[in-house]
């Protein structure tokens, strides 16, 4: 079997509403769908968390043609230079296009034996996968501390969730404070809580903020401030755990901090890296799971390794009941009681959606790729929050 072609589609996922965060408005994401053709007929699909990386998985896709999938070593030596060059660039471009890549060549191994991806990272060790739902500010919704805590309730009625993670980024710590306690009254004892800042804090507005809200049973606060050093200075005044984007384990080591890692395949060079990657956490004590914001394709990534890992047991974040469209058949996912279930076809498990894929590459090409720093009154200008 033999690549004949790969193809690259990028595409808008919005969010129903705007949600705030550090760089202002986040009215969804970008990303881009990989289809690598092979001469049997197979496809397998891949994504990239984003689509400044096209032009680049294009040119990896050329060299790829005449290639065997399932020689994904190959695969990589064909297409990126030695790992220990690659480590020491300022370039992480070429490591995002090629684990883009990578993810569709294990969705083909899926497809060629005829088996799901957790079977051949060696089983499952759970088949029902957790996901936090996912609350914040959102223009023309939840704005105060009570309509964040309101919202949660009614997630917990409707979809039986009791696993929450959220931004409560509006530059005022206060704010912060105020909708903690308003969650925990609201949600009671037991339900999980956790929390991300996007580096939002200074250290000493992040040290009253952790001193406040510590007594209302924070599961963990990713990325209060903006290094791992920063944070390692707060974990001298709080117990809250800490978790970061950062793929750093080095680092986190060194520093003691983050206490998890919260990152994406593609970001770590693909399947293969990363359970190279979650085994080192596991050896060195530091957690691992997955972020928020993807299409079906990566999604169903996830799904498969938190099945096969036994090191990923927090739940991954989620911002599936906020997506208004996806790539994929029957998309976006959805939790149910906090969990979604592993897909069972092979390889990855879904098929794309003809129709929607060329709907939201319409939508970007119309539109552009939506930005995160988007200012709804000033477009094409960064809309900030103050630094507290």
Known sequence: M?????????????LE??????????????KAIIEVETDEGLIGLGESPSVEVVQTIEAMGERLVGQDPLDIAACEAK???PWQIVQNTDDSSVVKAFGAIEIALWDLRGKVFGEPLYKLLGGAVRKDIPFTEYFGFRDGGEMSAHDVADYCLLMREQHGSTMFEGKLIRGDPQLEIETVKALRTALGPRDMIRLDSNMQWSVPTAIHVLREIEPFNIRN???PVATFEEMAVLRKHSAIPFSSHIPDIRRAVRAGVPDFIVTNFAVLGGINRAVRFIGAC????????????DAGVATAAYLHMSAA???ITEPSQSLFRWQVGDVIENGPFRQKNNVVAVPEGPGLGVTLDRDALAFWNNHLVEHGPLDHFFDP?????FRRLPLA
Request: charged letters at 15%; aromatic letters at 16%.
């Open 2 to 14: 033999k690549i004949t072609k790969l193809r690259v589609t990028p595409v808008n996922i919005p």
């Open 17 to 30: 509403k705007p949600l705030w965060w550090t760089g202002g408005h986040y009215p969804g994401t970008s």
């Open 79 to 81: 297409t990126l230079p």
């Open 221 to 223: 606060y990713e990325d």
């Open 282 to 293: 596991e050896a060195m004590g530091v957690g691992f799971w997955c972020y928020s914001g």
């Open 309 to 311: 890992m036994p090191w």
């Open 377 to 381: 009154a000033k477009p094409g200008r």
